[in-house]
């Protein structure tokens, strides 16, 4: 999919992706936003809105992303749209150190990935382990 084909969808994926940039603005750095200033106050005005009209976020990306931060969201719209059609759903957990060591034993000696792992370990549980006591 070209890039003018993908800055026309997924717009709730652009307007978090958006929203995560301008969280982390740094005003003493070039950014790839082109005015961060300007940005914050058309952002607001645009964000005003109950819901964020698609052609409105389009015209904001167009006009105030620069070319770098244009790519940046091309990206980030390709890798979801390939997360999203492999049927994966993307988790972040926190593991105990212990566990992590653990995971990292499975791995030197599996050969396999921890991904690969957590999924065998999920797909071969024993559901009956996991009902609560009567």
């Known amino acids: 999919m070209k890039k003018a084909?993908?800055?026309?969808t997924d717009h709730t994926?652009?307007?978090r992706w958006l929203s995560n940039q301008l969280a982390n603005i740094n005003h003493d750095s070039q950014s790839f936003l082109s005015q961060p200033e300007v940005i914050e106050r058309a952002y607001e005005k645009l964000s005003s809105a109950l819901v964020v009209n698609d052609a409105d976020l389009e015209h904001f990306i167009s006009v105030h992303l620069s070319k770098i931060g244009q790519q940046r969201l091309v990206?980030?719209?390709r890798v979801n749209k390939?997360?999203?059609g492999?049927?994966?759903?993307r988790l972040q957990v926190d593991l105990s150190s212990l566990n992590?060591?653990?995971l990292n034993q499975i791995v030197?000696?599996?050969?396999?990935t921890k991904i690969e792992i957590?999924?065998?370990?999920?797909c071969n549980a024993d559901l009956s382990d996991f009902e609560p006591e009567k």
């Open 82 to 84: 390939k997360r999203m």
């Open 118 to 122: 957590i999924n065998y370990l999920i």
């Open 108 to 112: 030197a000696l599996s050969g396999k």
């Open 75 to 77: 990206t980030t719209l």
């Open 13 to 15: 994926v652009q307007l």
């Open 100 to 102: 992590n060591g653990r």
């Open 86 to 89: 492999l049927g994966v759903e």
């Open 5 to 8: 084909e993908l800055l026309k």
